[in-house]
């Protein structure tokens, strides 16, 4: 198994561009998310998926998601900002609640 | 889902056990404590998780107090490899995790 694998590694992108980071796993996990992490903190928690065909974002504008099967869950960024630069995880579990795999991350730079 | 404390920063002898602990006063009978571990740019990975009795596994082991308001992470013999960020939290069953900023774990020679 590949796990939770996540593309790009690295990207830079300007103002008002918008970008698809690409999350996928093969482990039939019915759980996913998106986490964010800026330089020194800790994660937090963006959008998630408990199934395919449904998600719930956890902050306001600005990204979107959609899940429509149940490997992929990739992540947009509508109109990127400066302060959407961080490194993005991409995580799955059988279901909410349970142990969270994760990917190596996708660090994105908005300039 | 509850709140834990854990001090900012550690650190540990090569060879020595390491013990990280992690306060979570508000914890409720159905939250899970949970660890993970970041290595330098890296995603976070799986230690160790339990809900009240201590737990043991090839990484680490978990003792968690009676009163399930604290715990502590046990690496018996901390390497070099075992710096790190740790990130204890406690999950619902069927809950959401919230990281907070971990513990920086420096291991020296």
């Known amino acids: 198994n590949a796990g939770v694998t996540q593309t790009p590694k690295f990207h830079i992108l300007k103002t008002g561009q918008s970008m698809t980071l690409q999350c996928a796993q093969d482990m039939n996990h019915g759980y996913m998310s998106w986490y964010r992490q800026d330089p020194g903190m800790g994660l937090r928690l963006i959008y998630y998926s408990a199934a395919a065909g449904t998600t719930d974002k956890e902050v306001p504008n600005g990204y979107n998601v959609s899940r429509l099967n149940t490997e992929d869950f990739p992540l947009r960024l509508v109109s990127a900002a400066p302060s959407q630069t961080s490194v993005y995880l991409c995580?799955?579990?059988?279901?909410?609640?349970?142990?969270?795999?994760f990917g190596p991350g996708t660090r994105l730079t908005v300039l | 889902d509850a709140k834990t404390t854990q001090p900012t920063s550690m650190d540990c002898a090569e060879g020595r056990a390491a013990n990280l602990p992690c306060n979570h006063s508000t914890i409720s009978g159905n939250e899970y404590v949970y660890w993970y571990r970041q290595i330098h740019s890296q995603g976070p990975q799986y230690i160790i998780h339990?809900?009240?009795n201590n737990e043991t596994n090839e990484m680490a082991s978990l003792i968690i107090t009676e009163d399930r308001k604290s715990s502590t992470l046990i690496l018996p013999h901390a390497t070099l490899r075992d710096t790190a960020v740790y990130y204890c939290i406690v999950v619902a069953n069927a809950g959401k995790s919230t990281f907070g900023d971990g513990t920086t774990l420096t291991v020296k020679p």
């Open positions: 995580a799955s579990s059988l279901q909410q609640g349970d142990t969270q795999y």
């Open positions: 339990g809900l009240k």
